[in-house]
């Protein structure tokens, strides 16, 4: 079943603009990560943020994420025509496997 | 290293038949779980073996199973596909509990 839910499920932006996305979950974590996939291929991992942390950089990536309202967002500055993708992000819960529960997806459309 | 290699890469199957697939983990890696992506259900957790045990396991049919070797490699086998089970396999290993996954290609299996 899913846990995350990501909001917008798409997003149409143009080179140069910021985009952001959503992401809420249901139950407790250990850490969330955030996932990039091109066209049906395997997933990429971005960047991944530990239950006690509240923000995390990476390059161009910022993720925050809130538990007590359980949610995350990912932003993704300066874009570019590359990074169109789908993002997903994805909750390991507190039972120390390594199980990703994934949420369904933003898909991003960066133009030129 | 060698990244997480799946093998086979495409497979068209029709209903009935059962259906093996491979997993070559990262080298050291010790956590392989499983994965099927479809447009409908999105990405959804099959199971996860770590030193050849099988130690979470997602809401699946007993249809379903898998196992790990010694080297950590992992099968998964479908039997009596149907035709809902069209699907992206993809194939994660971790180092430890809890942090990153990294995937492969996946498979792209076709049930006709």
């Known amino acids: 079943s899913q846990q995350g839910e990501e909001d917008p499920q798409a997003l149409s932006i143009q080179e140069g603009e910021n985009a952001t996305m959503n992401c809420s979950y249901k139950?407790?974590?250990?850490?969330l990560q955030w996932y990039r996939q091109n066209s049906g291929r395997g997933l990429v991992h971005l960047i991944l943020?530990?239950?006690?942390?509240r923000e995390k950089h990476s390059g161009r990536l910022r993720v925050t994420l809130d538990t007590s309202k359980k949610s995350s967002s990912l932003l993704i500055t300066a874009s570019r025509a590359a990074d169109t993708a789908s993002y997903f992000c994805?909750?390991?819960?507190?039972?120390?496997?390594?199980?990703?529960?994934f949420g369904k997806g933003t898909m991003l459309l960066v133009s030129p | 290293k060698a990244g997480v290699t799946q093998t086979p890469r495409y497979l068209i199957k029709t209903r009935g038949q059962q259906v093996t697939l491979s997993c070559s983990p990262i080298?050291?890696?010790?956590?392989v779980s499983w994965y099927q992506q479809t447009p409908g259900q999105g990405l959804q957790f099959l199971f996860e073996?770590?030193?050849?045990?099988?130690?979470n396991k997602g809401n699946f049919p007993g249809r379903f199973s898998g196992r790990q070797f010694s080297n950590s490699r992992s099968e998964m086998n479908v039997s009596t596909l149907e035709l809902g089970d069209s699907a992206l396999y993809l194939c994660?290993?971790?180092?430890?509990?809890?942090?990153?996954?990294?995937f492969g290609p996946g498979t792209r299996l076709t049930v006709l």
């Open positions: 994660a290993s971790s180092s430890s509990e809890g942090v990153r996954g990294f």
């Open positions: 139950t407790s974590i250990n850490n």
């Open positions: 943020i530990r239950s006690n942390e």
């Open positions: 994805a909750t390991v819960d507190p039972s120390g496997y390594s199980t990703l529960t």
């Open positions: 080298s050291g890696h010790r956590s």
């Open positions: 073996y770590f030193s050849e045990t099988q130690r």
